[in-house]
């Protein structure tokens, strides 16, 4: 049974960093994509940023561009999401996925992950 765990969310303050991870059990993701989502209060699901764990490709929300960063650990079927210069607009929970026969066109889409976690707050307030 496939399982995702994030970790790593809390509160910042406006300018501050976080760390997210989002671990995957159940079998190899090495050649698959995870992806970064995120849900604020009233609004749909949106995606911030993806990474192709196999040839590390990698794909962002325009708003995340150059503060966030994606990464992966293939050993250890692992997902960061580095948050840097946070904004309040960044407040949401945040939701990884892992999807299994995604094109690089696709890696934006929510349609195309196939797994999700379970989600990890993420608060920004000074």
């Known amino acids: 049974q496939v399982q995702l765990v994030e970790s790593g969310g809390g509160l910042a303050q406006p300018g501050g960093s976080l760390r997210l991870s989002c671990a995957a059990s159940?079998?190899?993701?090495?050649?698959?994509?995870m992806g970064w989502f995120r849900q604020a209060p009233g609004k749909e699901r949106e995606f911030v940023a993806s990474?192709?764990?196999?040839?590390?490709?990698?794909a962002y929300e325009d708003s995340v561009k150059g503060r966030f960063t994606v990464s992966g650990d293939n050993g250890k079927n692992t997902a960061y999401l580095q948050m840097n210069s946070l904004k309040p607009e960044d407040t949401a929970a945040y939701y990884c996925a892992v999807g299994l026969r995604i094109i690089l066109s696709s890696m934006r889409r929510i349609d195309a992950y196939d797994y999700w976690g379970q989600g990890t707050q993420v608060t920004v307030t000074s």
């Open positions: 990474i192709r764990l196999g040839g590390g490709n990698t």
């Open positions: 159940g079998r190899s993701f090495s050649r698959y994509t």
